[in-house]
């Protein structure tokens, strides 16, 4: 059994351990609570730009330009979108597996090839893929810093640039999804090429009569489908890097709160210990003294 003052420094070291994670869980959800707002007031407007897209080149009857090319995907860029700090679970690490799968499933010949770059948003993915001598096309760990839809459209930027040149044939994006603070998917989005759907949300009335509406475009409708799909990507990746962010912070909440319950239930543990060692100490000199006593008296 331990002595007395091993078990004291160890219960004031597990209390230290406690106040930490315990003001990092308040801090954790201070911040998840605006960039909850954030990804909730996003995607609205991410389905609603997307819908209007598809609604133009369905009515224009229109290619979607370069942008939408299906080409064989000779070389692939994996955007990997992780944290810059730990301390939440498992959210690094499933974005890495999903990584890891979505390679050895849809490209192991391009990996061999040494075609696949990857693009990493966050330290701890540009760490991993610098350790494994992986291709890294660009790291931008300090968009955690100032997360605005500027840094991400520049980011953004330079990986439709490759595309639009035919230097990428492929552009994947994996990152978690956030649904609750308990709760995050891994997502494997397909960014480029773009992805076309026809228009399904028109009205009954038009559907029965057959009447597809007339619009007056200025300009035309090429160039305002030429110019709004580069933005509808740039918005798609930002809500992206909305969307792990605030998973990055319910995930850290939930591994601090948990962490914080963790210490105070090893605090009654040690505490316990510790009365029982303190209880078995009085015991030892009681005996001590009443030997002594004895063998005076005898």
């Known amino acids: 059994m331990p002595n007395l003052k091993e078990v004291r420094i160890r219960i004031a070291s597990v209390i ?3 106040q930490i994670t315990s003001a990092m869980k308040m801090v954790s959800a201070a911040k998840l609570r605006r960039a909850q707002d954030a990804i909730i007031l996003m995607r609205p407007f ?8 598809d609604n133009l080149i369905d009515s224009a009857g229109s290619s979607a330009g370069v942008y939408a090319e299906n080409r064989l995907p000779e070389k692939v860029i994996i955007a990997v979108i992780t944290s810059n700090r730990g301390l939440c679970g498992g959210f690094n690490a499933n ?5 890891n799968q979505l390679i050895r499933e ?9 075609n696949v770059s990857f693009a990493c948003v966050g330290k701890k993915g540009s760490d991993y893929f610098k350790k494994a001598n992986a291709k890294i096309f660009s790291s931008r760990n300090e968009i955690w810093d100032k997360l605005t839809y500027d840094n991400a459209a520049e980011f953004a930027s330079e990986i439709l640039k490759l595309y639009a040149e035919g230097k ?8 978690n999804r956030f649904k609750n ?6 997502t494997v989005d397909q960014l480029l090429p773009f992805n076309i759907e026809s228009s399904k949300n028109k009205s009954k009335k038009e559907s029965i009569k057959g009447i597809k509406p007339d619009y007056i475009f200025e300009p035309d409708q090429e160039q305002i489908i030429q110019d709004l799909i580069p933005y509808a990507l740039k918005v798609r990746f930002f809500r992206s890097l909305l969307d792990s962010y605030a998973a990055e912070h319910g995930a850290r909440m939930t591994a601090m709160h948990k962490a914080t319950d963790n210490a105070s239930e090893l605090i009654k543990s040690l505490k316990l210990s510790y009365n029982k060692a303190r209880q078995a100490a009085i015991t030892k000199e009681i005996l001590e003294i009443v030997a002594g006593a004895e063998a005076i008296n005898n």
Not at 95 to 99: A, F, L, P
Not at 181 to 186: F, H, K, N
Request: hydrophobic share 45%.
């Open 16 to 18: 230290s351990t406690q």
């Open 106 to 114: 849809k490209y192991p010949e391009q990996m061999a090839k040494g």
């Open 95 to 99: 974005v890495i597996k999903g990584v």
């Open 168 to 175: 990428v044939d492929r552009v994947e994006v994996v990152y």
């Open 181 to 186: 603070a308990a709760t995050q998917i891994l």
């Open 46 to 53: 991410e389905a609603k730009l997307k819908e209007i897209l």
